[in-house]
């Protein structure tokens, strides 16, 4: 519930691409969950992180159990299956 608020309140800022969040499948992965999110450039991204709106949803009691660590990555490979050639 606390992660489908945010994630709308994300997808409406100016700049967003797209978010998957992903469950770990082992029970001892060092995440239980990570979200990965593509915007249009840095800037699109840092700026829904400085509003009031931003805070109130992350200070909600809930969040205490998925502790965050925002990064920025940028993709440097990328593999698709193999298109066959006619």
Excluded: I, M
């Excluded at 994300?10 to 969040?21: D, I, N, W």
């Excluded at 969040?63 to 193999?82: D, G, K």
């Amino acid at each position: 519930e606390l992660w489908t608020e945010t994630s709308e309140y994300f997808r409406a800022q100016p700049g967003f691409v797209s978010l998957k969040l992903h469950r770990a499948a082992s029970v001892d992965a060092e995440h239980r969950y990570v979200n990965v999110a593509v915007w249009d450039s840095a800037a699109h991204y840092a700026a829904p992180h400085q509003t009031d709106e931003f805070r109130r949803l992350v200070s909600q009691d809930g969040w205490q159990e998925f502790p965050s660590s925002p990064t920025l990555y940028e993709v440097v490979l990328e593999h698709s299956p193999a298109v066959p050639v006619s």
